[in-house]
């Protein structure tokens, strides 16, 4: 019995298990705090209604600016929402006993991740054609803003974990994350924004699309690795 | 078996000890005491694996361990000055995410009987938003008995509770004792486990 009582059986410390466990702990904890996924949503419809409002209803301008709005917003939006993403776990010293747990940190913090694209990444993807119509985006040109957006958020809030992780404990880390993480979501601000131009030009914007998917793999693969390191250096 | 060798720590500058040695049998309790600053935190992270030792080695079971390492993390259950709780959750759904974060499982039954004992019986629905400090250190606490490690690092346990909490835990610390687990506590105020043997490192 003794024995029993200070060693568990077996600790099933797979990978599985620790995504499992972060992204439903995660979706409940978001759950609870609706009134912060609201602002964060609010503050994506209102940064896109201001394009047109500032640019005037001339419906050719609008339709041209309309893809990279979107996305614009979008990125601002995915930035306003990562500095939560590890901070209060960092606070009440959840995330120590995250590190500490027998199951392996990266898998535990890819489930974090998805668990935030879930809670904001995905509403703003929902919300996008719906806010294409202010732009007269057409329905071709608004299925390809959902399909990269569909593609590009995750990579944006993969991309920007990295940075959350790293400005951890750091005195201003929500300014410094935005200069840390902006320049990395150029690329996926390229090839997202620009597909639909592509389109436009009469071409099948397989390319960019291409693209958008192999950021999102190299994404998928390298930045729970990348985080857990700089959440082990924040940890030290 | 927990041996450290010639450990030393740093923070920022400061020294904070140096050529510390001690090892741990099972049945033990070590507590690690000193003035503020003295790096008893620094030493109970740095044995959990939070924390790089300046210098020295750290064996558990004849096998060296650095920051980090799995076998420690199968094998060191550490309770940190931060109870680590969620304030949105409640008591219950606390402990039963840090129990299976841990690998443990743990069902209600089980949860209910574990909060019962640290008498958060009437607490167990309401969110740690509304507990005091001694209730989260208890709930904090209340993980012990359901994570089944042999080796406890506990951060000033006592921080907070009141005495029928360090009565508690003076039991629960003893029946782990007893059954050959090994505690390291870092305290200002020393307790008596109801059982096994305790020593005391001081730390200057």
């Not at chain 1, 979008?74 to 995330?95: E, K, M, W």
């Not at chain 1, 929902?126 to 990579?155: A, D, H, N, Y």
């Not at chain 1, 960019?208 to 857990?228: D, K, Q, Y």
């Amino acid at each position: 019995m003794s024995e029993a009582a200070l060693h568990p059986p077996a600790i099933d410390d797979s990978a599985w298990r620790g995504v499992s466990w972060a992204l439903a702990r995660d979706l409940r904890l978001a759950l609870r705090s609706k009134s912060e996924l609201a602002v964060q949503l609010l503050f994506y419809v209102i940064v896109v209604t201001l394009f047109p409002l500032g640019i005037g209803p001339e419906p050719g301008l609008l339709r041209t600016l309309g893809p990279g709005a979107l996305w614009v917003a979008a990125l601002l939006a995915s930035l306003l929402a990562l500095p939560r993403l590890f901070a209060s776990d960092f606070a009440d010293g959840t995330l120590e006993q995250i590190a500490l747990s027998p199951h392996p940190l990266p898998a535990l913090v890819l489930g974090k991740i998805l668990a935030h694209w879930l809670a904001t990444g995905a509403p703003l993807v929902v919300l996008s054609p719906l806010l294409g119509m202010q732009f007269g985006l057409e329905g071709e040109e608004t299925k390809l803003v959902v399909i990269g957006l569909v593609l590009g958020t995750p990579t944006l809030s993969l991309l920007g974990a990295i940075g959350a992780a790293l400005t951890l404990g750091v005195r201003g880390g929500g300014a410094l994350l935005a200069l840390l993480i902006l320049p990395l979501y150029v690329p996926v601000l390229i090839f997202g924004a620009g597909a639909v131009d592509t389109l436009r030009g009469g071409i099948a914007p397989t390319g960019e699309l291409s693209m958008l998917t192999a950021a999102l793999l190299a994404a998928i693969v390298g930045a729970p690795f990348a985080c857990a390191a700089a959440v082990r250096i924040a940890l030290d | 078996m927990l041996v450290a060798q010639d450990l030393a720590a740093q923070r920022g500058d400061a020294l904070l000890f140096e050529r510390l040695d001690f090892a741990l049998r099972p049945g033990t309790a070590l507590f690690v005491t000193g003035p503020n600053g003295s790096g008893k935190t620094t030493l109970l992270r740095i044995v959990a694996g939070l924390t790089r030792a300046q210098s020295g080695r750290l064996t558990w079971d004849g096998i060296e361990v650095g920051a980090f390492d799995a076998a420690l993390r199968a094998a060191a259950l550490f309770i940190g000055h931060a109870p680590a709780l969620k304030e949105e959750l409640s008591a219950e759904e606390n402990l039963a995410l840090l129990v299976s974060l841990h690998g443990g499982s743990a069902d209600c039954g089980a949860l209910g009987e574990a909060l019962t004992a640290w008498s958060l019986a009437r607490q167990r629905a309401l969110p740690a938003r509304v507990l005091s400090q001694g209730q989260r250190r208890r709930v904090a606490l209340a993980r012990l008995r359901l994570a089944a490690r042999p080796l406890w690092l506990l951060d000033e346990p006592t921080s907070a509770l009141d005495a029928a909490g360090i009565d508690m835990l003076c039991e629960v610390v003893g029946e782990h004792l007893k059954r050959g687990g090994m505690a390291l506590i870092a305290s200002h105020q020393e307790f008596a486990p109801s059982a096994g043997t305790t020593h005391s490192l001081r730390l200057q």
